[in-house]
Each structure stands twice: as structure tokens, then as C-alpha cells.
């Protein structure tokens, strides 16, 4: 899905500063980081592009710089079921890098997107050489499988409305003393069903139950959280 681009004439400064921005590589030193720039380059997704199809040769990791992506698996029958929301700055394709697997999983570009991309083989080689590098990597994987554990657990262990409290908590922002999660352009029901592992029909009872129970309030631009107290425990079921 990757076409080849022209090389870059010197190491990114924007993209060094993008790397002190992701945990575990933040303390990357000098010649690493000048040496992941040096081998990056940009691409640009439009909003609904694939940026890599699951079962795909890994040939690259990539570093968003802006926009959101979703990781997602598909069934036999159909049924999408979300990996990853990730937005900017993160880092995504490593998994299978470093695992010499394809890509588990499809990623798609849930609105503009600008990225770069590292060669699989390039990344592999200077992690072989920095050990700084190396041990980042270990940290930055070993959260991801943390990630994947709690999914398993939230998928079979939580009630819809559980994993709906917990995600809404987890994507609060106080706006003038008002905890709200904004509704981006992509975050419509069929979205918010896909990241909880469930349909639109259940999730839309699902909201209206906590509705109901007074704990959020449905708006058109956003979802007004009213008693974030009475979600973290509804979370807990």
C-alpha cells in the first residue's frame, strides 16, 4: 500500500521532536534519533484510506504525526472488531516488524493523516546497533501487549455499558469546567460499536441506559459526562 518516495536531503527536525513525544522514546539519544530521521520519509493519507492491509508483508513502521487511525480485524462473517484507536504522536506497524509477521491487523485512516515511514529492515538493523533503541522497542511493545490483555478482558469479562463508561472516562476533556467527549467528524455510532466489540442497536441502548441513569448526557457535537463518579463504578460491572 506504500509507494516508494524521494529520499530526504538531511535528518527532520520535525520528526525528532515527534519521537521525544512517544513514551519510551522520548529519551532516544542524538545519533538514534538522526539516524530514524534520516531513513523516514513522509506520506499523507486522505480520511477512509488503508493505509496497510492485515496479512500484508510488514514492510514498514510508521510514526503518526497527525490525524487518527484504527487497527481492526475482520470475521469470517463480517463483523469488524477494533484492535487500536491511536492518535498522534504514536507508533504503529511495529509489532509485526519485530515479530517477522505480515500485519495482524488492517489500518485505516479515520481522518488526514500524515505518517512517516521507517524501512521494516532499516529499523531492525539500527536496533541491532543501539541498544538505547532496542530497549525502547522492548517497552513500547510490552505496553501494547498489556493493551491486547485488557481488550480480552473488557471483551469477555464487561458488560457493554462496562467497556462504554470506561472508554468514555478514559477520553474526557474538561471544557470550562465540563467533562464532555468530543464527537470527531468519524465518531458515529457504527464507529463507537466497532471500538466497543459490538453492534450499532446494542450500543445505542447501551448509551441510553446510562442516559437514563443520569450519568451522561447524548448531544450532537459531544456526549456531556455528568457523574464521572457514578461511571468509573458502572466500569467496574
Known amino acids: ?57 510488514a514492510e514498514f513502521v510508521y510514526i503518526l504525526e497527525r490525524g487518527w487511525v484504527k487497527a481492526t480485524r475482520m470475521s469470517r462473517d463480517g463483523r469488524e472488531q477494533a484492535m487500536l484507536f491511536l492518535q498522534p504522536v504514536d507508533i504503529f506497524g511495529d509489532i509485526a516488524v519485530f515479530t517477522g509477521t505480515t500485519y495482524p491487523g488492517t489500518v485505516t485512516a479515520l481522518e488526514a493523516v500524515d505518517a512517516w515511514i521507517v524501512p521494516s529492515a532499516t529499523l531492525m538493523a539500527l536496533v541491532k546497533q543501539h541498544p538505547a533503541l532496542a530497549e525502547a522497542v522492548i517497552h513500547k511493545l510490552g505496553e501494547r501487549v498489556l493493551h491486547y490483555i485488557e481488550l480480552v478482558e473488557d471483551l469477555s469479562l464487561r458488560s457493554v455499558e462496562a467497556r462504554l463508561a470506561n472508554t468514555l472516562l478514559q477520553h474526557a476533556e474538561d471544557m ?62
Open 1 to 57: 500500500m506504500t509507494s516508494s518516495l524521494p529520499p530526504l536531503s538531511e535528518p527532520s527536525a520535525q520528526l525528532k521532536a515527534s519521537l521525544a513525544q512517544i513514551r519510551h522514546f522520548d529519551g532516544l539519544p542524538p545519533e538514534v534519533q538522526d539516524a530514524i530521521a534520516a531513513a523516514a520519509r513522509p506520506r499523507h493519507f486522505e480520511a477512509g484510506q488503508v493505509i496497510y492491509l492485515e496479512g500484508e508483508p
Open 176 to 237: 470550562d469546567g465540563r467533562l464532555v467527549v468530543p464527537r470527531r467528524a468519524w465518531t458515529t455510532f457504527d464507529e463507537m460499536a466497532v471500538r466497543l466489540g459490538t453492534v450499532r442497536d446494542v450500543l445505542g441502548r447501551a448509551l441510553k441506559t446510562l442516559e437514563a441513569e443520569g450519568l451522561l448526557r447524548v448531544e450532537k457535537q459531544e456526549i456531556l459526562l455528568l457523574d464521572a463518579k457514578g461511571l468509573a463504578e458502572r466500569g467496574n460491572l
